[in-house]
């Protein structure tokens, strides 16, 4: 099972990830896969809401599409949703998660055991920090390529 998830971004530089399949073992499978397959490859961070989160994997860049995979059953766990910790979006149904994801820019602890926590950088996290902001921001950044290993 690979160890880590790196995101070279637009904003700079690398994030790299330490993925948790001790929290979240579908959930990292998933990611672990959509990135061996290029699906974030070129995918933009189409909502950063600073103090809060940035959140990409999104294919279509507009928050509403995922991956053709079926949807994964909710891994909640205990792990805090702090700064730099990373967490599978999602609908309101619990196990509606699928291929978006986003990262802490600051706790936010109201989040705890309702979305899927399966990640935490460890490195650039000044680099998803220089993400464009906005709802969508006018010149999103993007994912240029996300490698496992």
């Known amino acids: 099972m690979a160890e880590y998830l790196t995101l070279s971004l637009s904003s700079g530089g690398d994030v790299k990830i330490k993925l ?6 579908g959930h990292v499978e998933r990611i672990a896969e959509l990135a061996s397959e290029g699906f974030y490859d070129g995918v933009k961070f189409h909502r ?7 959140q990409g994997g999104c294919p279509d860049g507009t928050g509403m599409g995922g991956s053709p995979k079926p949807d994964l059953k909710a891994e909640f766990n205990d792990e805090p949703h702090v700064r730099g910790v990373c967490s599978m979006a999602r609908t309101s149904a619990p196990n509606s998660a699928n291929s978006q994801f986003f990262i802490c820019l600051d706790d936010a602890n109201f ?7 399966w990640g935490v950088v460890e490195d650039g996290m000044e680099h998803v920090d220089a993400l464009p902001k906005g709802e969508p921001p ?3 950044g993007v994912i240029e390529k996300a490698v496992v290993s």
């Open 48 to 54: 950063v809401i600073p103090g809060f989160m940035a």
């Open 138 to 140: 006018r010149e999103p």
């Open 111 to 117: 989040l705890d055991r309702q979305y899927t926590v």
């Open 20 to 25: 948790r399949p001790d929290l979240a073992p």
